[in-house]
């Protein structure tokens, strides 16, 4: 597989991240001015950039639109065998991946969904699903996770010149290579629609666990 074949796999992965978080990001704007008088919403909305959720699935975007401008420029000097990329740019993608996204996007993944899988209450009260629908919950918390792994698959590959693991060797540059993070996330869909559904879980007051005052009191303050 040539380098410009294996920049072209990266640019489709960032090209479709950053159209899932945009497009996510347009949709649920549209659900708030549709529901803006709701007085959770009018609580909950503009909290939105203080939850740890949303600085990752901006890291996300600001990483991928990196690696866009980093395989461009590959593309773009594919004739020079000698070609690098700026040192800067270079160091810089690679720390926000190892430092920031790596390790940030499964905090968010495992946290978020094991307290949603125990009890949604603790992380999402049921006034969110009038803003935040199961599909953008899922570009936000789980669709993050491929990515990753993902991308750490061709980020090894490119830096060093290795497959994580032979298998992958194999697949890549089939159809097959794109169908590992697709079952990834087939696997997890399947988990979460099966999440302890014939087990009772405990009955809790969702209006007790909010972090927002109670709708009375922010129509009385008005």
Not at 36 to 64: C, Q
Not at 176 to 203: C, G, N, R
């Amino acid at each position: 597989m040539t380098a410009c074949s294996r920049s072209y796999s990266r640019i489709l992965l960032y090209s479709l991240t950053l159209v899932l978080h945009v497009s996510n990001k347009v949709v649920i704007d549209a659900r708030h001015n549709e529901i803006s008088e709701n007085p959770d919403i009018k609580a909950y909305y503009p909290l939105r950039n203080r939850f740890f959720t949303g600085w990752i699935v901006f890291l996300h975007m600001v990483y991928s639109g990196i690696g866009l401008i980093c395989e461009s420029l590959k593309i773009k000097h594919s004739s020079n065998e000698e070609y690098e990329l700026p040192k800067y740019l270079k160091r810089f993608r690679d720390f926000l991946f190892s430092v920031f996204i790596w390790p940030s996007t499964w905090v968010v993944f495992l946290v978020f969904w094991v307290l949603y899988y125990y009890n949604r209450h603790l992380v999402c009260p049921l006034f969110v699903d009038k803003l935040v629908s199961s599909n953008s919950n899922h570009i936000m918390h789980t669709f993050i996770l491929p990515f990753a792994l993902l991308e750490l698959v061709l980020y090894t590959y490119n830096q060093d010149g290795v497959w994580l693991y032979p298998i992958f060797k194999v697949m890549y540059g089939t159809v097959y290579f794109p169908m590992i993070p697709i079952t990834v996330y087939i696997v997890i869909l399947t988990a979460y629609y099966a999440q302890w559904s014939d087990k009772k879980k405990p009955e809790l007051d969702d209006t007790k666990l909010s972090l927002f005052p109670d709708s009375t009191e922010i129509t009385k303050s008005e």
